[in-house]
């Protein structure tokens, strides 16, 4: 990897390429030495000028005294203090006594030692060396300390302070990744292979006046695939990919956001035509306005100021694309997306049945799959999962069959996969007494058996009662036959009679109720108060909408309601709730009251077998008819 980034460094010496976290200047092996070495000779001066301290002093008359008992053997005069060696040895290490005393100014000292024959010798302290040792060099050591552990914990070699660029840049020479690889997004790639065309060949569209769009958003829930579509329109068109997240752009100090947009836009001038793709562009593209903390200027402000800047600046006729993904487009301020700036907003979707499919074949070719594995049904199981959960899926699936010793992955172990990713995974140590394992059994067999009756119920498609995640004693899983965008007032009654399946057939079998239909409960109150203040389907109050949903900029991004109803219709929109969900008990209670004798079977069969399969359900159903 070096040599091939070192070849690159040299093919391309205008781009700036990201070193990994080893390759800093002080975290080379000759640079670490060096520092070593240098805190070493630190120590060792402090070690030495302490050896001043440790000497035996004494007072200066008596030295003087030792010397006129002639007991001096040495002696060596500075301007602070004299040292000198006695001709008395020390009676622990037997080695002549080494004093040190404070001089008085007066010039008989030399008459005396040289009445004494003592040898002795002048010299001057060195203060500028003392001093550039004693305070320059420390404080020179923890700065370059302090510099090399930020460098370290960045991971960055970019500037003091980490306040350098961080872009990342794929070249040519790079893997790309190209639209082969994304499954399940096909609208989004029709839209975007204009974008590739233009940049292959800007002149095309110059011909007639017009010219190419200068940013590209896109927008759609988290694991879609956005970034993933990102890097195939660079790879398809075979030109530099500048890569950022918009929290990069943010620093403690104020300008340096700024800053990097505009290096960012200028290597991407030097290396146009190429893509500049910003992840996650709610970081620093969100509606201005609101508190300005620490009472100064907003750093993410003047970044986003910078941003609207530079895209209305350059030419979109140099062949640089701006490309952007986010999953909250609702927070984005308005002026990144007028006309001008991001011209073309494209929606990655949740994909459908068959882009299920598409994706979990795309994933599936590196498996080796077992003959019974239908991925159709798989794709079916999986309603509402994006690209990033269907590869978790297979994945999840593998990692079973290699736990289970299998030889190819099959199909249970899809099957296992999907209820773990759903439901969260089986907790087999969470043992239920006898009571509990009834009470469950009773619970999930009334949700199922109210789904196989009313008209519009999904088909179910297994039923459990075997402990998972961290909360789910049970669950039914209901297997859509197709996709659906829309809901009418009838399948929504049927889910409020569904929901309250559970609670209803405890109602009927222990006369008391449990804690375990809590989420049944907060499911069908939010079903029931839609349908009364957003979908207009409660005769009573018409068909108006109640309540403005709004995001707080003050309480971290969470959405509130506003409310622009009177306190009476407030009272009309409980009572029109209450009933939807008074309703939908009662058609509950009527079904299992008709159905006991096959609630009392299903829940046998369950309390056996701990999971049963659709068919089964169906099965005994008709049995019992």
């Known amino acids: 990897m070096k040599k091939a980034r070192m070849d690159l460094e040299k093919k391309k010496p205008g781009v700036e390429i990201n070193k990994p976290p080893g390759d800093g200047p002080w975290q080379r092996p000759n ?27 004494i007072p200066y008359s008596q030295f003087l005294k030792y010397l006129e008992q002639d007991q001096v053997d040495k002696v060596l005069v500075q301007d602070s203090y004299i040292q000198g060696t006695l001709k008395l040895k020390d009676e622990k290490s037997g080695k002549p006594r080494i004093v040190v005393t404070v001089p008085l100014a007066n010039n008989e000292l030399a008459v005396l030692l040289e009445k004494h024959s003592v040898e002795y010798a002048v010299q001057h302290d060195n203060q500028v060396l003392a001093s550039v040792l004693g305070w ?41 990744v190209t639209f082969d690889d994304v499954a399940g997004a096909e609208e989004a790639k029709e839209e975007l292979k204009e974008s590739i065309e233009f940049l292959k060949d800007p002149t095309r569209i110059q011909r007639l006046g017009g010219h190419m769009p200068k940013g590209v958003l896109l927008l759609g829930s988290p694991g879609t695939g956005k970034t993933l579509l990102a890097r195939a329109v660079s790879g398809e068109a075979g030109v530099p990919f500048f890569n950022i ?8 100090f104020v300008g340096v956001g700024a800053a990097r947009v505009r290096d960012l836009f200028q290597q991407a001038r030097d290396k146009a035509p190429c893509i500049i793709f910003i992840d996650e562009l709610d970081g620093i593209g969100r509606t201005r306005g609101g508190p300005v903390m620490m009472g100064g200027h907003d750093e993410r402000e003047q970044t986003l100021n910078q941003l609207l800047t530079e895209m209305d600046g350059f030419d979109p006729s140099i062949g640089v694309v701006v490309m952007a993904a986010t999953n909250r487009p609702e927070v984005l301020d308005k002026a990144l997306l007028r006309a001008g700036r991001f011209d073309r907003q494209i929606v990655v979707d949740k994909p459908d049945l068959a882009a299920r499919q598409a994706i979990l074949e795309l994933h599936a070719r590196k498996l ?30 593998a990692i079973l069959a290699v736990r289970h010793d299998h ?30 394992k009834r009470r469950v059994a009773f619970h999930e067999s009334g949700h199922a058996l109210v789904a ?9 498609h297994k039923i459990s009662i075997i402990p998972r995640g961290v909360a789910a004693l049970g669950y039914t899983l209901q297997l859509p036959v197709a996709e659906k965008f829309l809901s009418t007032r009838d399948e929504l009654e049927d889910q409020l009679a569904i929901l309250l399946g559970g609670r209803v057939a405890e109602e009927l079998v222990f006369t008391d109720i449990s804690s375990g239909a809590s989420n049944d409960l907060e499911r069908a109150s939010e079903i029931a108060r839609d349908m009364v203040t957003r979908l207009g389907m409660c005769e009573e109050l018409g068909p108006l909408t109640y309540g403005r949903r709004q995001q707080s900029l003050y309480l971290g991004g969470d959405y509130m309601e506003e409310k622009n109803y009177s306190d009476d219709t407030a009272k009309q929109i409980d009572r029109a709730v209450k009933a939807l969900v008074e309703k939908a ?3 509950a209670r009527e079904i299992l009251e008709q159905k006991r004798p096959a609630l009392d079977a299903l829940a046998a069969l369950l309390q056996e077998k701990e999971v049963i399969s659709g068919a089964e359900a169906e099965a005994l159903l008709r049995s019992q008819a």
């Open 585 to 587: 008990h009662d058609r």
């Open 136 to 176: 320059v060099l420390p404080f020179g050591l923890l700065f370059l300390f302090w510099s090399w552990m930020g460098r370290r914990m960045s991971g960055a070699a970019g500037g003091f302070l980490n306040m350098g660029s961080k872009m990342r840049i794929h070249a040519d020479t790079s893997p790309t």
């Open 368 to 397: 080796t799959l077992g003959a019974d594995v239908d991925l159709s049904v798989v794709a079916q199981r999986t309603p509402g999962f994006v690209g990033a959960d269907l590869a978790n899926i297979c994945n999840e699936a």
């Open 31 to 57: 640079a670490q030495l060096a520092l070593y070495l240098l805190m070493f000779a630190l120590m060792w001066f402090w070690w030495q000028s302490d050896l001043r301290v440790a000497q035996e002093e």
């Open 452 to 460: 196989m009756t009313v008209p519009t119920g999904e088909p179910v």
């Open 407 to 436: 030889q190819a992955v099959t199909m249970a172990d899809f099957e296992a996969a999907i209820d773990r990713v759903i439901a969260g995974p089986e907790k087999k140590h969470r043992v239920l007494n006898l009571a509990e």
């Open 245 to 252: 997240s918009g929290s990069e752009f943010i620093e403690m």
